[in-house]
Structure formats: structure tokens, C-alpha cells
């Protein structure tokens, strides 16, 4: 019964869902309705979830102080600081302590985190790009085109880099990603249609 | 190591400290070269120049502050743009809750720069988890998933609200973001609900949304900091991003340089070894 019951409840709301969007009527809409309601309930749920888990992770290290136990208790204070500031010093307005710290603090961290990727693409690229066969040629080329190309001084050093790095972005770069893309829809709706009639079942846990 | 291994293994600190430089003195002295105008972002300011003063739009402001460098000067941008033309614009922050900071800020500057007033002009609808969820019930009604704004105001209470129900009362949604949500906005709001869908998305990203640009699924898209940098030149408001595409050109400069000095070391080194063999 523990695995039975999932797999009915799934193929009903699975099929109900399906036959739901052909038919505009009014009880299918209410229907419709009920089910993004509850969808938004889960997700605030999964929220709670994440907090619990992130909370249970950090609190377990700093007891037991394992390795970097000092960052987990920086993310913990972190934590409680945040949820502090928001719900007893003014809620989330721009000049309350909550949008302050998030402002000053936050903001420049994620912003730094985000920046330093810079050098290591810039890096990376200086050692990853080698005319090492035809096909790394191929791609090389195609990258100093688009990124040249992409930038107003591309347009100054030789007018027509742009017009050759809007048709690579145009008609090889979207073949590629297109076919990309229609390989995974057929792909979503393969195994969406397996969960449905209860063919793969590994959602349900378990290991087989 | 000879000259052709030197050229290929230079210390990768060297490399940081004039990416740094390259980056620094553009934006302490600006060469301020002219910037392109693409189709994908020229299609886009058409559509918003083209609405009319008191029609409204859903601006998704779905990034946080570690993409705001590239992102916050499209969100500016179009804001600015919108306020500048009479044009009423809703704003959510769907992808991570960190982007209700992010979104709080370019809202509250382009307002203040307009004079526009919350509730009246524009409204801050906030964050919900679950995005698919939360854009499927706004296709249905916005009071569904925001039954209160950001500010805990009843949507019954604002002004802006009235007449507004789904996406039918908007002429587009726009989506800037850091991540993949594009792909739910394209298929829950534009494929379900048949509203137009515009966005602005991050440099490395951008390659990802052009097939839905060819098949009409996206109005326009604006890529990265010269996306947002264009934007700036069309409503004659060149800001942060035309600032920063200074840096941007020496940086990608230095970068192709590098990488040819790399290529030349390895072909010549390849060549000097095949003619030692001989």
C-alpha cells in the first residue's frame, strides 16, 4: 500500500491535469485553481524545509566542531540576525535595519563572489583555447569573433566582425541550442508521461 | 622553459592584475566609443515605446546581487523608461528572495528619479516561492498569488489594481534575470496565457535565448552589460552599463590578446619541436 497509494494518486492528478487544460469549464477551473493553490502551499513548505535543513547542518557542526565549524556559526548568526532585523525592526522597507544590512552587507559579498569570476574565465580561457585540432581551431575562432565582436571597439578595429558575430549567434549558436532544447522537451514529456503511468518510480524513494 | 612554453604558461596573477587594470582606468577615464544598437534590444524598446501612457506591464526582476553588475542596469533602464512614458509597471522578484533587495532598489531609485508613486504608478507585488505555481495563478488572477503587495497593502486597496486582473490587462511581461526562469515565464505565461514576453539576461546566457527569439516566443532580449548599455543609448539615458562597456571592451581585448600569444607559443613550440626531430 505505501507504494500503491502514491502511484494512484499521482496517475489521477497526472490525467485529471491533463484533461483539465481541453476543457474550459468552469468546474475544471475551480479545479484548476485548487491545484495552484496547493502547489504554492508545497512550495512555501519546501521553504521551511530548506531553513530547517541549512539550520540542522550548521547547528550539528558547530556541536561537534568539525572542520570550518566557525563559518557554520557565521551563517547561523547570520541567520537569526536577518530573520531579527526583518520581523521586530521595522520589516523590509529601504531605510529599516533588514533592507540596510542586505544593502551594505550582502549585496557587495555576492556581488565580490560574482566578480572575481572575471579573472577566472579570463584565465581559464588564456589556457583553455589551443589550436590543438580543427575543431578547437573552429571553436577558438568563433569565440575571439563573438567576443570582439559582441563589444563597440570590435565595430572600430573591423566593421564587419559584428555582422559575422550576429550570424554566429543567429544560425549556428541557435541550431545547436534548438535542437538542445527540443531534446529535453521530448525528454520532460518522455518521463513526465513514465511518472504518470507509473513506470519510473524512483521519485517515490527507496533506491529501485 | 623557452620562449614558446613562456608565452604559453604566463602566471596567472599577471593575467589578474591587468584584467584588474584593463577594468580600473576605462572606468576612471572613459574612451566613451559608440555602442551598436542589435535588433533583439531595438525590438524590444519599440514594443514599450510603442504602449500607451496608462497601459500596463509585469516587470519580473528575477536576479540577485551577485548578477546585479550586469542585470540592475537593464531593470533601470527599462523602468526608466516606462515611468518616462506614463506606462504602469508591476514588479515582482519570482526567482530567489534575495532579488526582493535587488528589485526594492531599482524600483525605489527609478521612482524617486520619476516622481512616481507607489500604488498609483506602480505597485511591488514581492516574492512567492514556487515560481511555475505562482505565474500560472497570476495568469488566472494576480489576486491569487499577491493578495497583498510587498508593503502588506491589500490589492483591493490599490488604486493601480483596478481593472487589472490576469496577464490580459498587460501588454508584455518583461523577465531580467540571473537563471533559467526564463524558460518558465516562456511557457507558463507567454505558452499558457499568451501574453508577450520580453527579457534581459546575463552575457553567458544570452546564447541560450536566441532560438526563442527566432520563433517570436521572446519580443526582445537584452545580453548582458552591452544589452543593458544599449538600452541606455535608446532612451537617451547612458548610465551605469554604458559606463562600465569601457572596461569591458579592454578586458575582452586583453583576454583575445592573451589568447593569442598563447596559440602563437604553442604552434611555433610545436613547429621547433617537429624540426629538432627531423
Redesign the interface.
Known amino acids: 500500500m505505501r507504494r500503491q497509494i502514491p502511484l494512484a494518486i499521482t496517475f489521477i492528478g497526472g490525467v485529471v491535469m491533463i484533461i483539465q487544460y481541453f476543457i474550459p469549464h468552469q468546474i475544471s477551473?475551480e479545479i484548476?485553481?485548487g491545484v495552484?493553490?496547493w502547489?504554492?502551499i508545497?512550495?512555501?513548505f519546501?521553504?521551511v524545509l530548506g531553513i530547517g535543513s541549512l539550520v540542522t547542518h550548521h547547528t550539528e557542526k558547530v556541536k561537534r566542531q568539525k572542520e570550518g565549524w566557525g563559518y557554520s556559526l557565521v551563517a547561523l548568526l547570520g541567520l537569526v540576525m536577518m530573520a531579527i532585523a526583518g520581523l521586530f525592526f521595522g520589516?523590509?522597507?529601504?531605510d529599516k535595519p533588514f533592507?540596510q544590512i542586505?544593502?551594505y552587507a550582502?549585496?557587495?559579498?555576492?556581488?565580490t563572489?560574482?566578480?572575481l569570476l572575471?579573472?577566472f574565465?579570463?584565465?581559464a580561457?588564456?589556457?583553455a583555447?589551443?589550436?590543438?585540432s580543427f575543431i578547437a581551431t573552429l571553436l577558438?575562432l568563433a569565440?575571439?569573433i563573438v567576443?570582439?565582436g559582441?563589444?563597440?571597439?570590435?565595430?572600430?578595429i573591423w566593421s564587419p566582425i559584428?555582422v559575422i558575430s550576429?550570424w554566429l549567434?543567429?544560425y549556428p549558436?541557435?541550431v545547436a541550442?534548438?535542437a538542445i532544447?527540443l531534446g529535453v522537451g521530448l525528454g520532460m514529456l518522455s518521463t513526465a508521461l513514465k511518472i504518470i503511468l507509473g513506470i519510473e518510480r524512483s521519485y517515490l524513494g527507496g533506491g529501485k | 622553459m623557452n620562449i614558446y612554453e613562456k608565452m604559453m604558461s604566463?602566471d596567472?596573477r599577471i593575467?589578474?592584475i591587468l584584467?584588474?587594470v584593463s577594468?580600473i582606468i576605462p572606468l576612471l577615464k572613459p574612451?566613451l566609443?559608440?555602442?551598436?544598437v542589435?535588433k533583439e534590444v531595438r525590438h524590444l524598446y519599440e514594443f514599450i515605446d510603442s504602449l500607451k501612457p496608462g497601459e500596463a506591464i509585469l516587470l519580473s526582476l528575477d536576479y540577485?546581487?551577485?548578477?546585479?553588475?550586469e542585470c540592475h542596469p537593464m531593470a533601470l533602464g527599462i523602468l526608466r523608461h516606462c515611468f518616462g512614458k506614463g506606462i504602469k509597471v508591476m514588479v515582482t522578484s519570482l526567482a530567489r528572495p534575495?532579488g526582493?533587495?535587488?528589485a526594492?532598489?531599482a524600483l525605489?531609485q527609478a521612482a524617486r528619479e520619476y516622481e512616481k508613486k507607489n500604488g498609483e504608478d506602480y505597485v511591488f507585488l514581492g516574492y512567492?516561492?514556487?515560481p511555475?505555481?505562482?505565474m500560472?495563478?497570476m495568469g488566472?488572477n494576480f489576486r491569487?498569488?499577491f493578495p497583498n503587495d510587498?508593503?502588506?497593502t491589500s490589492m483591493e486597496d490599490i488604486p493601480m489594481m483596478r481593472g487589472i486582473k490576469n496577464y490580459k490587462d498587460l501588454k508584455i511581461v518583461i523577465t531580467i534575470s540571473g537563471s533559467g526562469i526564463i524558460d518558465t515565464w516562456v511557457i507558463y505565461a507567454g505558452g499558457r496565457y499568451g501574453v508577450p514576453i520580453g527579457a534581459g539576461v546575463t552575457?553567458v546566457m544570452?546564447?541560450?535565448y536566441?532560438?526563442y527569439l527566432?520563433s517570436g516566443q521572446l519580443v526582445g532580449l537584452l545580453g548582458?552589460l552591452?544589452g543593458a548599455a544599449e538600452y541606455e543609448k535608446l532612451i537617451r539615458h547612458p548610465d551605469m552599463a554604458t559606463k562600465g562597456?569601457d572596461g569591458?571592451?579592454?578586458?575582452?581585448?586583453?583576454?583575445?590578446f592573451?589568447?593569442?600569444i598563447?596559440?602563437i607559443g604553442?604552434?611555433l613550440g610545436k613547429r621547433a619541436k617537429s624540426t629538432k626531430g627531423k
Not at chain 1, 129 to 132: G, K, L, P, Q
Not at chain 2, 248 to 256: G, T
Request: no cysteine; hydrophobic share 50%; aromatic share 10%.
Open positions: 477551473q484548476y485553481r495552484l493553490d502547489q504554492m508545497v512550495g512555501g519546501v521553504l520589516g523590509m522597507a529601504s533592507m542586505f544593502i550582502q549585496n557587495p559579498i555576492q556581488a563572489m560574482f566578480s572575471a579573472f574565465i579570463a584565465s580561457a588564456y589556457r583555447f589551443r589550436a590543438r577558438l569565440a575571439i567576443m570582439i559582441r563589444v563597440p571597439i570590435g565595430a572600430k559584428r550576429n549567434l543567429d549558436n541557435m541550442k534548438r532544447g | 604566463i596567472r593575467l589578474f584584467i584588474a577594468v574612451l566609443l559608440p555602442i551598436n542589435t540577485d546581487p551577485s548578477t546585479m553588475a534575495e526582493l533587495g535587488t526594492e532598489m525605489t512567492k516561492p514556487a511555475g505555481a505562482v500560472l495563478s488566472e491569487l498569488a510587498y508593503y502588506g552575457a544570452a546564447t541560450d536566441y532560438k527566432q548582458g552591452k562597456m569591458q571592451n579592454m578586458a575582452h581585448l586583453l583576454i583575445v592573451f589568447i593569442v598563447g596559440n604553442y604552434i
